[in-house]
């Protein structure tokens, strides 16, 4: 009987440890089972819930007037106008909206016809005397663009102006970015003259045009001006970064001189070093780096 109280208890105590055993062992695996989420496998995978799909850059592309433009059919301020009344399609779709940007694989029409950026040109011309700086002219006069008919299969067009009696350094070129830096005022792009005068320029009247000069109610800014070394006295060299139309004629006459010759010799910081009066040649490739590096 004893003995079997006594295998009893032991069977009972043991039943009674087995337990208290098992207890701490599942409470451990339990304590392991919460610490998974911080593993790395668990990590990485919320990493990935979190990362945002990638979207489509909004602020890429072309401005469409531009693309337009750069394509030679029209100004971009005239694209504006075909853009507005319908005449421009993107991927099929008729576009009338004035920001719209063009992606590199869109396909453009313009009234029908499929359009592509050209490439750029940059053409100098030693302009001679008796053409007009315009595109073409209704009374039949010759004009620049005769000069350089075959320096181009792009549209180019003329930086600025000279009128019909001054000679010099003209540019061309289908860069509308380029061409609005070089005529806008702010930049103060420097044109350098050569005038030849009716008589000598007096001393006093040198001295005038280094103050302050007022043409026709509005300040002129003449950076220098001084006579031609080795010239007679009529010959004047002077420098201006205005574009304002016949302003250096307007000069001198505003002084009572008349101006028999004129010739732009300097044009941001271009030259007319071997280009004959009446021929072209294209930018090098250091000139168009120092025009587009201009402030």
């Known amino acids: 009987m004893d003995s079997n109280k006594n295998s009893s208890g032991r069977r009972q105590e043991g039943k009674k440890g087995t337990p208290q055993k098992d207890t701490k062992k599942s409470t451990f695996q339990r304590d392991a089972k919460k610490s998974t989420p911080l593993s790395r496998k668990s990590v990485k995978k919320d990493f990935k819930k979190i990362s945002p799909a990638p979207k489509a850059d909004e602020s890429t592309g072309v401005r469409l007037n531009k693309y337009i433009a ?80 075959n320096a181009s299969k792009e549209r180019i067009y003329p930086v600025g102006r000279l009128d ?8 061309f070129t289908n860069d509308g970015d380029l061409a609005k830096k070089l005529t806008h005022p702010k930049h103060n792009v420097r044109k350098l003259y050569h005038a030849s005068l009716d008589k000598k320029l007096e001393l006093k009247d040198l001295e005038k045009l280094r103050g302050e000069v007022v043409i026709e109610g509005r300040k002129v800014f003449i950076d220098a001006v001084s006579y031609v070394d080795g010239q007679p006295k009529s010959e004047i060299g002077i420098e201006i970064h205005s574009g304002r139309n016949r302003i250096v004629r307007k000069i ?44």
């Open 164 to 171: 019909r009696n001054t000679t010099g350094l003209l540019l």
């Open 70 to 149: 750069n394509s030679g059919v029209c100004s971009r301020r005239e694209a504006d106008t075909y853009i507005e009344h319908g005449s421009v399609e993107v991927n099929g779709k008729l576009i009338t909206e004035m920001g719209y940007k063009v992606q590199s694989d869109d396909i453009v029409r313009f009234d029908g016809t499929s359009i592509t950026p050209e490439q750029k040109r940059y053409i100098l011309l030693n302009k001679p005397k008796n053409y007009i700086t315009t595109m073409d002219d209704d009374r039949g006069r010759k004009t620049v663009m005769e000069l350089i008919s």
């Open 252 to 295: 001198f006459e505003h002084l009572g001189y008349k101006v028999n010759k004129l010739d732009r010799v300097i044009f941001a910081e271009l030259t007319k070093r071997n280009l004959p009066r009446g021929r072209w040649r294209e930018l090098t490739n250091l000139e168009l780096n120092n025009l587009q590096m201009m402030k």
